[in-house]
């Protein structure tokens, strides 16, 4: 393996829907026809060798899904970007590519493990229609109010209950923004919940989140939530923010992909910042 290189991608509208081996079986697939030199595992049945870190869970969207890629030869990361974004489909976007720091001399090696180890937190958008921004807002200061919220939910081990409350950094409520909504439901409540929660073990998932409100304060969304992660990566305890987990990487290696604003291209988004409205608000 001559070189790896770290991607940033979304998932987006439709595709929210799509689990992730279907997503790991379409980037394989992107890969052989942009026909990037992936490299492959030895054995009986090799294997591209291409790993995923943080994936969202089916039904979720995302701005911010990573995997990592070994090459056989060496290529530009921006061109790898822009052969693979488009032979992807709609919905499954590409928005950053770097590469890897290869240990060289006085280098400590790359630990596997090194890169999710920077996905320490994720911050979250969860739409609830149909639901009032001061319903959301008393419910979210009743959950914050808590010392200790469990919730029990279906593992691998079996059910389990566990501690919410503890793993949430940041939780906000507001109100949609009524030109982003369609015209006939403007009328209708839709709150947004905003929140920060930290990667742990049992991993608490937003769906948990909206079970310890629904405990505490009972708030029942009357539709299924629209849930979006926006960012994740290493959490600042002080402020609550997240940075970039591939800043590292970057600050090694030229700028790639949409990082291009020093050569004329176009901005990429930053961690927490959507593409679009499209890409939170989309309905099937």
């Known amino acids: 393996m001559i070189q790896r290189l770290r991607v940033r991608y979304a998932k987006r509208g439709r595709l929210r829907f799509t689990s992730h081996r279907d997503i790991s079986r379409a980037v394989e697939r992107a890969v052989r026809r942009a026909g990037i030199p992936v ?5 009986f049945t090799p294997h591209p060798k291409i790993s995923y870190a943080g994936a969202a869970a089916t039904g979720v969207a995302s701005e911010a899904e990573y995997l990592e890629i070994g090459l056989t030869e060496t290529r530009d990361p921006a061109r790898v970007r822009a052969d693979l974004d488009a032979a992807l489909p709609p ?34 958008r969860i739409r609830l229609d149909g639901v009032p921004a001061g319903d959301a807002a008393a419910a979210v200061a009743a959950f914050l109010d808590a010392d200790v919220i469990e919730v029990e939910r279906l593992t691998k081990k079996g059910r389990r209950r566990f501690d919410v409350r503890a793993a949430v950094s940041v939780l906000e ?54 849930v979006t992660r926006l960012a994740q990566g290493p959490l600042d305890a002080a402020t609550g923010g997240l940075g970039d987990p591939l800043d ?15 050569t004329g291209g176009p901005q990429r988004p930053r961690p927490g910042e959507p593409a679009s409205a499209d890409a939170v608000g989309a309905r099937p």
């Open 39 to 43: 490299a492959f595992s030895a054995g």
């Open 91 to 124: 919905g499954l976007d590409i928005v950053d590519v770097v590469p890897v720091r290869a240990g060289g001399a006085g280098d400590a090696p790359v630990k596997p493990g090194a890169f999710a180890d920077r996905l320490e937190a994720s911050r979250w």
């Open 173 to 226: 409520a507001e109100a949609d923004e009524p030109d982003r909504r369609a015209a006939e439901a403007a009328d209708a409540p839709c709150a947004i919940l905003r929140m920060v929660v930290r990667h742990s073990t049992p991993a608490v998932r937003p769906d948990d989140i909206l079970t310890g409100l629904r405990q505490i304060a009972d708030l029942a969304p009357p539709s299924p939530p629209l």
């Open 248 to 262: 590292p990487d970057r600050e090694i290696g030229p700028p790639s992909g949409d990082d291009a604003a020093a």
